[in-house]
């Protein structure tokens, strides 16, 4: 099994059998602490257990965005990294516009763009939630790994 990995706490994970066919996708397991919400670390852990290996979209500080918010983001990164190599799953991080320019090459730009081509790609994929980009990348994400990476 390959895993891409939307990595963030509104992020996403994808799994796929290495030929590239969808074997489940869904938002990142998380859990609850009064407000704060955290990454499911066990659950986690249970999926990439089993994996081949892991396709993160590789952590980066994004203009607008507070600095809570970013450092959530790049803990959450930073966990799966270490579970990842815990359990020594290879672990390929990729950055956003090298994988955006192969997976959406010919795509509008926006959020959108990954939702229309995994719909394509993968039709019993439902996005309903304006959240569910999330789903999209992670699911290009594992097949970007399998075409490019693990090839």
Not at 31 to 49: S, V, W
Not at 112 to 131: E, G
């Amino acid at each position: 099994m390959i895993i891409g990995i939307d990595s963030g706490i509104t992020g996403a994970i994808s799994i796929m059998q290495d030929n590239g066919a969808l074997f489940d996708c869904f938002d990142m397991p998380v859990l609850h602490d009064g407000k704060r919400r955290l990454i499911d670390t066990n659950t986690i852990k249970g999926f990439i257990r089993t994996a081949k290996a892991v396709i993160i979209e590789k952590a980066q500080s994004m203009p607008g965005n507070g600095g809570v918010a970013m450092f959530n983001y790049g803990m959450s990164y930073g966990v799966i990294l270490g579970l990842c190599e815990g359990l020594n799953v290879p672990v390929h991080p990729v950055h956003p516009a090298t994988w955006k320019k192969v997976m959406l090459k010919d795509m509008p730009k926006g959020k959108d763009s990954s939702i229309i081509k995994a719909s394509q790609l993968y039709p019993t994929l439902k996005f309903t939630r304006k959240k569910d980009h999330g789903m999209a990348e992670a699911t290009l994400l594992a097949l970007y790994g399998i075409k490019y990476i693990l090839r």
